[in-house]
């Protein structure tokens, strides 16, 4: 059973905005670090942004920071990554992921449990 199930991806047009959503599934991650991360064809996995289910802490990349506000919901048990002004470069495969303590949030390889992505498109 994947522990993250990712939703919300989709095709939009530069300059719109998606909603991606994280539902944990058999664990309730309260007291994780809930992640998201993407990648793009021919790139690396990048961290995009991530919350601390326990007290709330958020962690952005630079290239998203004001653009990509991260929330958690504890009572549904979900995270959601609200994408505003998207960019043709903000298109890839999203990933929602989790981990515990606070140590090395940015860093994919600090994270244990992982979904199975949810597509991205942004035309121009």
């Known amino acids: 059973q994947v522990p993250l199930v990712e939703s919300g991806g989709g095709l939009v047009q530069a300059g719109d905005s998606l909603r991606l959503s994280c539902a944990a599934s058999?664990?309730?991650?309260?007291?994780?670090?809930m992640g998201w991360f993407r990648q793009a064809p021919g790139k690396e996995r990048e961290f995009v942004a991530a919350?601390?289910?326990?007290?709330?802490?958020?962690f952005y990349a630079d290239s998203v920071k004001g653009r990509f506000p991260i929330s958690r919901d504890n009572a549904k048990n979900t995270v959601d990554l609200q994408m505003n002004s998207l960019k043709p470069e903000d298109a890839a495969v999203y990933y929602c992921?989790?981990?515990?303590?606070?140590?090395?949030?940015?860093?994919?390889?600090?994270?244990?449990?992982w979904g199975q992505g949810t597509q991205v498109t942004v035309s121009s």
């Open positions: 919350i601390s289910r326990s007290d709330g802490s958020t």
């Open positions: 992921a989790a981990k515990y303590g606070v140590m090395g949030v940015t860093n994919l390889n600090e994270y244990n449990y």
């Open positions: 058999g664990r309730t991650f309260s007291s994780a670090v």
